[in-house]
């Protein structure tokens, strides 16, 4: 099983980034896959969650600015992140695990057996 980001890099204040996470070998988009972010000295922390369905959560600090998404056909699941601000600068990660319904722990990193190498986002003042 591997995941693997891509689509970050580095935006001005106000910007947008859309990152990316496939799925090999593995039918990600079938089960819950989320995003998770970790910044030197935070520690890693839940950012979004889409589910088998399609259903999704978000941390309260995407504040409407970040939208998930995933295209079956593709294997993919997508992060697209606006009005991105300087505390957004982070390592995101991709996360999956081997259930359809992410439910209500969609914001653990213990309920997450699969992870991406991540792919940096950095955004400048």
């Known amino acids: 099983v591997q995941l693997v980001e891509s689509g970050g890099g580095s935006v001005q204040t106000g910007g947008s980034l859309r990152s990316s996470c496939v799925g090999s070998d593995y039918p990600a988009t079938t089960y819950c896959m989320a995003w998770f972010r970790r910044t030197p000295g935070k520690g890693r922390e839940a950012v979004a969650s889409?589910?088998?369905?399609?259903?999704?959560s978000y941390a309260t600090f995407t504040e409407g600015r970040f939208t998930i998404s995933k295209d079956e056909a593709k294997n993919t699941m997508y992060l697209q992140m606006s009005s991105l601000k300087p505390e957004d600068s982070s390592m995101y990660y991709c996360a999956s695990d081997r259930r359809y319904w992410c439910g209500d722990g969609w914001n653990s990193v213990r309920a997450y057996d699969y992870w991406g190498q991540g792919t940096q986002v950095t955004v400048s003042s």
């Open positions: 889409i589910d088998r369905d399609g259903r999704t």
